[in-house]
């Protein structure tokens, strides 16, 4: 009896197939065996998860690992996903976890920076000030960037995961307490002290510059 052949369409129809569904889809798909869709997944998340994971971590050995770590937890644990949540924050939950165990491996190198003394987790966010009084260039410069991403690296691990999320990635106040499972409140307080901690260093950069062009030469 010959060997029966099964017909396929084209690799190309297929791929564009998957491209076509949503995150929903995809997701139940994933669970229900069918591995190309979470392979859809991943290539649909793999740069945003990254990116995540890079400016959590301002690394880039180290991202790729918190990447890789992230995706292969999501496919463990695909099954177990309630499709009521979104899929992006659950994967971000994940990627920032996977981001922060490898953090803390080696936080003990970094100094945090002085921090507002506030508890209340009512309190109002403060914004950043654009230092509207400084010249253009001295705002924009590479300098500048440099202090205010140092900035960012030395916040404690709870203000600048907070941090990033909300001002970098520009995530909601409510996606950000579901990624790391806490309250709209504690994250409007830890994201108030990241922001006063950060303009401190700011002012304290721009007055020493300031200083600097006042010194008689």
Same mark, same amino acid.
């Given at each position: 009896?010959g060997?029966?052949?099964?017909?396929?369409?084209?690799a190309?129809?297929?791929?564009?197939?998957?491209?076509?569904?949503?995150?929903?889809?995809?997701?139940?798909?994933?669970?229900?065996?069918?591995?190309?869709a979470?392979?859809?997944?991943?290539?649909?998340?793999?740069d945003?998860v990254?990116?995540?994971?890079?400016?959590?971590?301002?690394?880039?050995?180290?991202?790729?690992?918190?990447?890789?770590?992230?995706?292969?937890?999501?496919?463990?644990?695909?099954?177990?996903?309630?499709?009521?949540?979104?899929?992006?924050?659950?994967?971000?939950r994940?990627?920032?976890?996977?981001?922060?165990?490898?953090?803390?491996?080696?936080?003990d190198?970094?100094?945090?920076?002085e921090?507002?003394?506030?508890?209340?987790?009512?309190?109002?966010t403060?914004?950043?000030?654009?230092w509207?009084?400084?010249? #253009? /260039?001295?705002?924009? &410069? +590479? !300098?500048?960037?440099?202090?205010? %991403?140092?900035? =960012?690296?030395?916040?404690?691990?709870? *203000?600048?995961?907070?941090?990033?999320?909300?001002? #970098? /990635?520009?995530?909601? &106040? +409510? !996606?950000?307490?579901?990624?790391? %499972?806490?309250? =709209?409140?504690a994250?409007?307080?830890? *994201?108030?002290?990241?922001?006063?901690?950060?303009?401190?260093?700011?002012?304290?950069?721009?007055a020493?510059?300031?200083?600097?062009?006042?010194?008689?030469r």
């Open positions: 009896m060997r029966v052949t099964r017909t396929t369409e084209p190309t129809g297929t791929v564009g197939r998957y491209k076509e569904r949503g995150d929903e889809e995809l997701v139940r798909m994933a669970q229900a065996g069918d591995t190309r979470f392979d859809e997944l991943v290539e649909r998340y793999r945003k990254y990116r995540l994971c890079f400016k959590i971590l301002r690394h880039e050995e180290d991202a790729a690992e918190a990447l890789q770590d992230a995706f292969l937890s999501a496919f463990r644990g695909i099954k177990n996903f309630k499709v009521e949540s979104t899929f992006s924050t659950w994967l971000y994940i990627a920032t976890n996977a981001s922060l165990m490898k953090y803390r491996k080696r936080r190198n970094i100094v945090s920076l921090q507002s003394q506030s508890q209340n987790e009512d309190a109002e403060l914004q950043v000030p654009d509207s009084t400084q010249p #253009v /260039e001295d705002v924009l &410069n +590479a !300098e500048t960037r440099a202090v205010m %991403e140092e900035g =960012v690296r030395r916040l404690p691990e709870d *203000l600048r995961t907070v941090f990033v999320l909300r001002d #970098v /990635e520009e995530l909601s &106040n +409510a !996606e950000v307490a579901e990624i790391l %499972e806490l309250s =709209v409140a994250v409007k307080s830890r *994201l108030h002290r990241a922001r006063l901690a950060l303009r401190d260093r700011l002012n304290r950069y721009f020493d510059r300031l200083s600097r062009r006042e010194r008689p």
